[in-house]
């Protein structure tokens, strides 16, 4: 016989992690399937941490979302017992007019979020880590900083199983198909019946859903941690995260925490698609060249000698914008995934956002932006 539960989870990692929390608090019987250990290294989460901004240029409207998920942060935080977000202050900082920096000064100005709009040379006198070119505008915004990443799905797993959730590691899904208004999900350990399935299986999504297939792209992504000549310019109290376009593209880096080094990425690396199961988790000497080349130029204290080099995978969607939506074929399914590079710090209320819709089938959150029937 099939275990029943109210809901399945698919993918315990930073979204499906903080959905089964949600479930569980919510009084639903529900069940976490991932296939590699909690949390892994396979997927977008892994690396200690993750930026969270306030001032968000991607589109307006994520900024009513960050701040609900700002709270369930701080509330999963009091749960855990455990600091998760450390605020060290966030730039935006790209030529004027570039929309890294317009965008994300009008999230300001349309939702009255306190910053402060510096020059390069202010920006490079007041953080001296940064040496920004002529002509750069930033943004400075004070609740900016980072989230640990897996010790947050560590602290959703830990409140989920306190509320009576049943989480397997290691139980990879085969398939799942509609059973009347549910579903059965089939693992490579057993058979499970459930009322509301949620997807949020990162990289592996579209393999999962057939409407999300051409939607959710995995690309191999690689992040460097770079030894400072003088750690003190680079700790979080001295340097906040950033998200900056340059000549060279769009890179994001952060204070040292965690591992030795500056750590830095560049959005989008080389633009690799690839097959989540089969990515090449061994870096090159191109990999680093490519990250110390800005690390270089605009953040030459922290150019020291290489610290770690890891892998990770974005998920993108064609516009870059989540999908977070019920199936539009199977109204039983709950979908979260294409997060494309900047969603983890949304996690919190994502998990919030899911609960609702396999519960209720809807959500008081604007997520209009994020509906799948835009494509």
């Not at 995260?241 to 593209?249: K, W």
């Not at 709950?334 to 590079?341: D, E, L, V």
Request: proline share 6%.
């Amino acid at each position: 016989m099939a275990q029943q539960f109210d809901s399945i989870v698919v993918g315990v990692g930073a979204m499906g992690s903080a959905a089964v929390q949600q479930l569980a608090k919510r009084g639903q019987k529900v069940l976490g399937l991932e296939k590699f250990d909690i949390p892994h290294a396979e997927g977008s989460s892994h690396g200690v941490n993750r930026i969270i901004r306030l001032a968000y240029y991607e589109d307006t409207s994520y900024v009513p979302l960050l701040r609900r998920a700002y709270d369930l942060w701080s509330e999963i935080e009091q749960h855990a017992g455990e600091q998760l977000l450390y605020k060290t202050a966030s730039i935006d900082t790209a030529p004027s007019g570039h929309e890294v920096f317009e965008g994300s000064l009008e999230s300001c100005l349309e939702h009255d979020i306190p910053h402060e709009v510096l020059n390069h040379q202010q920006i490079n006198e007041r953080f001296p880590g940064y040496e920004l070119p002529p002509g750069h505008m930033g943004l400075l915004q004070q609740d900016g900083g980072f989230v640990l990443s897996e010790r947050a799905i560590v602290a959703f797993v830990n409140g989920a199983v306190a509320e009576g959730a049943e989480i397997h590691a290691r139980e990879s899904v085969l398939k799942w198909e509609p059973e009347g208004q549910g579903v059965r999900v089939f693992t490579d350990r057993a058979e499970y019946t459930a009322g509301r399935l949620v997807v949020t299986a990162g990289a592996w999504a579209g393999g999962m859903v057939p409407s999300l297939e051409e939607l959710a792209v995995p690309e191999r992504q690689v992040l460097a941690w770079l030894q400072p000549e003088d750690p003190s310019l680079f700790s979080p109290e001295a340097f906040p995260v950033f998200n900056a376009y340059f000549d060279e593209g769009r890179y994001y880096g952060f204070p040292v925490f965690g591992i030795p080094g500056f750590k830095i990425g560049r959005y989008h690396h080389f633009e690799e698609v690839v097959d989540p199961d089969h990515m090449p988790h061994e870096v090159t000497l191109e990999d680093e060249e490519i990250l110390r080349a800005a690390a270089a130029k605009y953040f030459p204290k922290a150019n020291g000698t290489l610290m770690t080099l890891k892998t990770c995978m974005f998920t993108n969607t064609p516009d870059e914008h989540f999908i977070i939506d019920i199936d539009p074929t199977y109204p039983q399914v709950s979908i979260a995934a294409g997060f494309s590079g900047h969603g983890f710090k949304f996690a919190s209320v994502v998990g919030e956002i899911l609960a609702d819709l396999a519960i209720e089938g809807k959500t008081d959150h604007n997520i209009d932006l994020l509906k799948i029937d835009r494509f």
